[in-house]
């Protein structure tokens, strides 16, 4: 093994070790984060459909700075009596060099699973709420929480949020087919504030507690109402709104015990469901029923 190693070693001089586990900063000054893929050069970018996707050069030094993290749960478990969970986000910066000169900032973003989803504009015509103008949304997160140590807008740069999608508007991803209105942006916006009144997007600025720029930590609360899937936390380090380094973890959110079974059951046997809820049903009207005459005749 030893041999082989060095083998390869020899013949790939340019290959780059990894920098830690979660790690996806580009260990090369030129190295993407994502392999290049076969996209058109202009991306619909939020709010701006036209807006084209920036092109930033990665830090001179990326290795300078690194982040350990932790979180205090992994795996989030749906019960019958859930009503939230809060996810404690902890972790340190790694450094092989004094402390750069700037200041020193933490992003903490945690996003569920995203899935395509239209925005309908209703007006009122002869006295009915109808739909009429729509925007379909190429992906959207049902769920999304940023988590800083400041003003978002003063320590990221937007040539850095094009880049990583941390902000809000940029979550959203590109527009699907062809955009039937002329203007999306009242559109983008509705959703960003309907989904911020339900407590499904938050911005928490000021909510990273950062200790002598090593030690950060923050809390961010998921909501009752999650929906199964894998969700990311990411995790940046930042100098003069540039992003230095970034982590990543997953974290698993299923559902157990009886809400898995009626779940599984529901969709692999929906006949079988609907006839046990309606015997529910019946048992629990002529149980009503029973408990009324008693009290009557009592």
């Known amino acids: 093994m030893r041999t082989l190693a060095l083998i390869l070693a020899l013949a790939l001089p340019d290959l780059a070790l990894a920098q830690g586990t979660g790690s996806t900063m580009p260990a090369q000054p030129d190295a993407g984060l994502i392999p290049p893929v076969d996209r058109p050069e202009n991306w619909p970018l939020f709010p701006d459909p036209g807006q084209p996707r920036s092109v930033v ?36 910066v790694r450094r092989e060099a ?10 903490v973003t945690i996003e569920a699973p995203s899935q395509p989803l239209t925005i309908w504009k209703k007006t009122r015509r002869a006295g009915i709420w109808v739909n009429t103008d729509r925007v379909e949304v190429g992906a959207a997160p049902s769920y999304y929480a940023v988590a800083t140590t400041g003003p ?20 959203l991803r590109a527009f699907e087919g062809a955009i039937e209105v002329e203007n999306s942006v009242p559109f983008t916006e509705a959703l960003l504030r309907i989904r911020q009144q339900n407590g499904h997007y ?83 009207g002529w149980g009503a029923s029973a408990a009324f005459r008693k009290l009557r005749r009592a």
């Open 98 to 107: 004094p402390v750069p000169e700037g200041e020193l900032d933490v992003i």
């Open 152 to 171: 978002l807008d003063q320590i990221l740069l937007p040539d850095w949020d094009n880049r990583y999608r941390i902000s809000l508007p940029r979550v």
């Open 202 to 284: 938050l911005l928490e600025e000021g909510a990273v507690t950062l200790v002598d720029d090593t030690l950060f930590r923050t809390d961010i609360r998921l909501p009752a109402n999650l929906l199964e899937g894998d969700y990311r936390a990411r995790i940046f380090l930042l100098r003069e709104g540039q992003v230095i380094d970034a982590y990543s973890a997953a974290i698993e959110v299923r559902k157990v015990g009886l809400e898995r079974w009626l779940y599984n059951l529901a969709f692999d046997q929906p006949l079988l469901y609907g006839l046990m809820s309606l015997a529910v049903a019946v048992f629990a």
């Open 57 to 92: 050069s990665p830090t001179a030094d990326p290795q300078a700075e690194q982040v350990v993290a932790g979180l205090s749960d992994s795996s989030v478990a749906i019960t019958t009596s859930f009503d939230g969970s809060d996810i404690l986000i902890y972790g340190a």
